[in-house]
């Protein structure tokens, strides 16, 4: 697998990542903590594409490959959490500038 294959893997689990926990994030009504739906929807993702790619490929699954989905489930899990909430704070720096030149 390229490298630029990987990245673009991640980035796209990422992604959903980010998008099922908001979904799902409406339906658990805050009774579940966001960064453990974050990271268990993560982890999910991950093997699940992992699996997915193994059966593809013929490739025979055995437990170093299914420790490594699971770490690279955890740096997704870590991206979509902090990533998203980078994001939002560069989203909001405009508006914080503007509130503040306006004041």
């Known amino acids: 697998m390229e490298i630029s294959v990987l990245i673009a893997t991640i980035g796209v689990l990422v992604a959903l990542t980010n998008v099922v926990v908001e979904v799902l994030k409406k339906a658990t009504w805050d009774k579940l903590p966001t960064n453990l739906l974050a990271l268990m929807i ?20 055995t437990w170093y490959i299914i420790l490594a989905l699971v770490v690279a489930g955890f740096m997704v899990a870590y991206a979509a959490m902090f990533g998203f909430d980078k994001l939002k704070e560069i989203m909001n720096w405009n508006e914080t500038n503007k509130s503040h030149e306006s004041a």
């Open 42 to 61: 993560a982890e999910a993702l991950t093997i699940c594409a992992g699996i997915m790619y193994c059966q593809i490929n013929a490739i025979a699954l």
